[in-house]
């Protein structure tokens, strides 16, 4: 269950009041609920807003952003992964700083995510071997698919992340998995009626609280 802590503003639509029913609490838990639902079809759907959310690093003092490809996420863990070659700066930069951030924008639903993680970067662990394994088979499939469709455009897309490429050649000994572990979530409705913001604090017993805009 959602603990609702200080909401400095209610936002909740106009709705009738329940005998016994905390409304607050109820609407940021749907909130949340739909937050995690998002990140899930980003890895599922390759057209979804999710899939390609921007990784903000920190190098050399200045924030660097990039676009990456969401490729596992787990709320029971509060852990999202994605993938690099080992030799990118991403992984470098988060091996020095692992404070980061992931920002997502859902045009259809009108809402803007920014998650606050801490990443660990896998390379020869088990973790790193269990996501090598997801990105081979993921690769295999979409091969299957453009063969059996006669469809090159099915086939991986160069450019939009850096590691199909190692997929495709086998080369795992240049391959990363990078773990992001969320602490925080906030999320924000964009409308041309105002705008609506709540912060989720993630952990054991997640919180959840509304922002002013």
């Given amino acids: ?7 400095q503003t209610s936002n909740i639509p106009d709705a009738l009041p329940l005998h016994g029913f905390d409304e607050d609490a109820a609407f940021l838990e749907y909130l949340l609920d739909d937050v995690w639902d998002i990140l899930a079809q980003g890895v599922r759907v390759s057209f979804a807003a999710a899939h390609t959310p921007t ?11 990039r676009t990456v490809v969401l490729r596992a996420v787990s709320r029971n863990t509060a852990m999202i992964f994605v993938h690099a070659d080992r030799r990118s700066g991403k992984v470098q930069e988060l091996s020095v700083q692992p404070a980061c951030s992931l920002h997502i924008y859902d045009h259809g639903r009108r809402v803007q995510l ?11 662990d088990e973790i790193a071997d269990g996501e090598w394994t997801r990105l081979r088979n ?18 991986p897309e160069p450019g939009i992340d850096d590691v199909d490429g190692l997929a495709e050649a086998g080369r795992r000994e240049d391959f990363a998995a990078i773990a992001l572990h969320v602490s925080a979530i906030e999320w924000q409705h964009i409308s041309s009626r105002g705008a609506q913001r709540a ?10 609280f509304w922002l002013d805009v």
């Fill in 1 to 7: 269950m959602l603990q609702v802590i200080g909401s």
């Fill in 55 to 65: 990784l903000a690093t920190v190098r050399n003092g200045i924030p660097t952003v």
């Fill in 114 to 124: 920014r998650i606050e993680a801490h990443a660990s970067v896998h390379v020869d």
């Fill in 138 to 155: 993921q690769y295999r499939a979409q091969l299957r698919r453009a063969a059996a469709a006669g469809a090159a455009q099915l086939l």
């Fill in 199 to 208: 912060r989720f604090e993630i952990g054991e017993s997640p919180s959840g």
